[in-house]
């Protein structure tokens, strides 16, 4: 055991909430379709004034509140996210600089999809145990900001916010009993957006035509694995850490569909009642889903102290990543 734990979370979302309802005025879509097919019902829209650093400020802000830590006792920062504030350089710079960090690294974990925040939970983990350090970690997505919203293949799917945990050692707190996480990059084209790279750069036609805002989706294809992918992997991390599925008190899984959250839990042999989902309310918030379901799983009194939590998370890349913790 590695001592290392969270010391506290938190997260944030905004005020805006837009309705399946209110999507059928921007494309051809149903309260029906995109319940049947997802589950969601509501998510969370940014104002016109928000950035993606507001979001992760407040997420930040509420972990260290959680957590008890001043600002000048964090030692590194990482922030998971595909939707940046700008394109170079990276979030996690602003967010230093907004938070009143030291001059301590401080790095985005860009284009890892779902599974980046608990990719950023396992190499932070692995930072406070060689670093003796307190690390800051943030998942915080803007997708709405960055998407088509013409392509209803898309974009009722996702949803804005941010999570942060705060990684360190202290006695009593949540230990990170282990983590595993893996990429499979032979299917990048599933779910991708190509545009910006030096693939693909920026043009003007690209940009007149819309087409800069496109994701390449195939939503079979990555369900699939989707549910492939977190059932291994939390059977992995399981196996890792020396226990068994039977005494896991909660898993919180990425938010992406409710039908790929049933899936994974009937593929695992799991009680529907161990396994939380938010995903109705805040669809798909990408890297801020995770700690988004957590803090929500402390608030409805889903989480307790002593639970063995298993966190498992899938995303483009393909990347997947799962951790257990006991809190
Ligand atoms: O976090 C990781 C990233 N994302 C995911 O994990 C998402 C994974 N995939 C999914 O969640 C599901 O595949 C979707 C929700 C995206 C789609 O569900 P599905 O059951 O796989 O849909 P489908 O392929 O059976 O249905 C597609 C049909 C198409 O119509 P045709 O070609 O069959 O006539 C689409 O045009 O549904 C149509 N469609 C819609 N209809 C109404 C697609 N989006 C919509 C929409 N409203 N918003």
């Known amino acids: 055991m590695s001592g290392i734990g969270i010391l506290g979370f938190g997260a944030y979302t905004p005020s ?17 379709w995109i319940t049947s097919r997802t589950g969601i019902k509501t998510r969370r829209i940014a104002a016109a004034e928000e950035t993606t650093v507001d979001l992760a400020e407040q997420a930040a802000l509420a972990a260290l509140a959680d957590a008890g830590v001043a600002t000048e006792e964090i ?12 394109y170079m350089p990276d979030t996690a710079a602003f967010l230093q600089h ?6 301590v690294p401080a790095y985005d974990l860009g284009g890892s999809g779902c599974a980046g925040f608990v990719l950023a939970l396992d190499l932070a983990r692995s930072r406070a145990l060689s670093e003796n350090a307190t690390v800051l970690v943030v998942g915080v997505e803007m997708l709405s900001r960055l998407m088509d919203w013409s392509d209803r293949n898309t974009c009722v799917l996702f949803g804005d916010g941010a999570g942060a945990a705060v990684i360190g050692a202290r006695a009593g707190a949540a230990e990170i009993l282990a983590c595993v996480a893996g990429t499979d990059g032979s299917q990048t084209g599933i779910l991708q957006r190509e545009t910006g790279g030096t693939k693909k750069p920026f043009s ?52 992406a569909n409710l039908r790929i959250i049933q899936a ?64």
């Open 98 to 103: 907004r938070l009143g960090l030291r001059e």
């Open 204 to 255: 003007k036609e690209l940009a007149e035509s819309g087409e800069f805002l496109k994701i390449d989706f195939n939503g079979r294809s990555v369900f699939k694995e989707a549910v492939r992918r977190m059932t291994a992997s939390a059977v992995a991390v399981l196996e890792k850490a020396g226990h068994q599925l039977s005494e896991v008190d909660l898993v919180i899984p990425h938010q």
């Open 75 to 86: 030692d590194e920062l990482i922030v998971a996210t595909d939707t940046p504030e700008v």
């Open 264 to 327: 994974v839990t009937k593929s695992l042999g799991l009680q529907p009642e161990t396994v939380f989902s938010n995903v109705e309310k805040l669809g798909n918030t990408g890297s801020a889903s995770v700690p988004l379901a957590l803090v929500d799983a402390r608030e409805c009194g889903s989480l307790h102290s002593g639970d063995l939590v298993l966190m498992t998370a899938f995303g483009a890349g393909f990347h997947w990543a799962s951790a257990l913790i006991r809190f």
């Open 16 to 32: 805006r909430v837009m309705t399946n309802e209110d999507w059928s005025q921007y494309v051809d879509t149903s309260d029906e």
